[in-house]
C-alpha cells in the first residue's frame, strides 16, 4: 500500500485539503483509505452505551459492527502506537493518506502557510516531498503546489505516486 501524508501546524489547513483530495482520488478509480493522528485523548463512545460500559469494565478491545460499519476501539498504554503497526491494521487499498505521523519515515506534503507566523517543516523533516501553501515564490527546495488547487494536487500526488486510476479501478 502507498501513503502519503500531509502535515503542518494546526490551522494550516491539513482537514481541509485532504477531505478536498479524497473525492478528487476517489473520481480517479483509486481506493482510498485515511490514519488520522490525534495529540489529545479522543472517544468514539458516549457514556451510558453498551460499548462503553464494556471498556470501562476492563474490556481491552471493543468491536462494535453494524450493517453499514464497524469499529475496533483498543485501549494503549500511554504511547501512540506505531505507525507501521497502525498501517498494517489497515485493508488493502492503493493510497492511504495519512494526516499527522510528521516522524514517521513515509513521503509527506507539508501544508504551510506564512500567514500563521510559524516557520516551515520542510527545513527539518526528510520527507516531504512537496509543499502545499497559499504563498507564492517560498524558498524550499521541493516543488511547491497551490493549497487552493487541490486537482492540482491530487495529479500531483498521481504522479509522484505512480497510482495508476486504470489499473486500479
Not at 485539503?17 to 493522528?37: D, E, F, M, N, Q
Not at 474490556?59 to 483498543?74: D, F, G, N, T, Y
Amino acid at each position: 500500500m502507498k501513503c502519503l501524508g500531509l502535515v503542518g501546524w494546526s490551522g494550516s489547513g491539513k482537514t481541509t485539503l485532504l477531505t478536498a483530495l479524497l473525492p478528487l482520488l476517489i473520481a480517479r478509480g483509486l481506493t482510498v483509505s485515511t490514519l488520522k493522528h490525534a495529540h489529545h485523548g479522543f472517544d468514539l463512545d458516549q457514556p451510558g452505551k453498551d460499548s462503553f460500559r464494556h471498556r470501562e469494565a476492563g474490556a481491552h478491545e471493543v468491536l462494535v459492527a453494524s450493517a453499514r460499519r464497524w469499529a475496533l476501539l483498543h485501549e494503549n498504554a500511554d504511547a501512540t502506537p506505531d505507525f507501521a503497526a497502525l498501517l498494517a491494521r489497515l485493508s488493502p487499498v492503493d493510497l492511504v493518506l495519512v494526516e499527522g505521523f510528521k516522524q514517521a519515515p513515509y513521503p509527506k506534503i507539508e501544508v504551510f502557510r506564512p500567514s500563521l507566523g510559524k516557520p516551515p517543516l520542510w527545513p527539518e523533516t526528510p520527507d516531504i516531498r512537496a509543499v502545499a501553501s497559499d504563498a507564492a515564490g517560498l524558498d524550499c527546495p521541493c516543488p511547491l503546489l497551490p493549497l487552493n488547487a487541490p486537482g492540482v494536487i491530487a495529479r500531483w500526488i498521481v504522479a509522484e505516486l505512480a497510482l495508476d486510476p486504470v489499473q486500479a479501478a
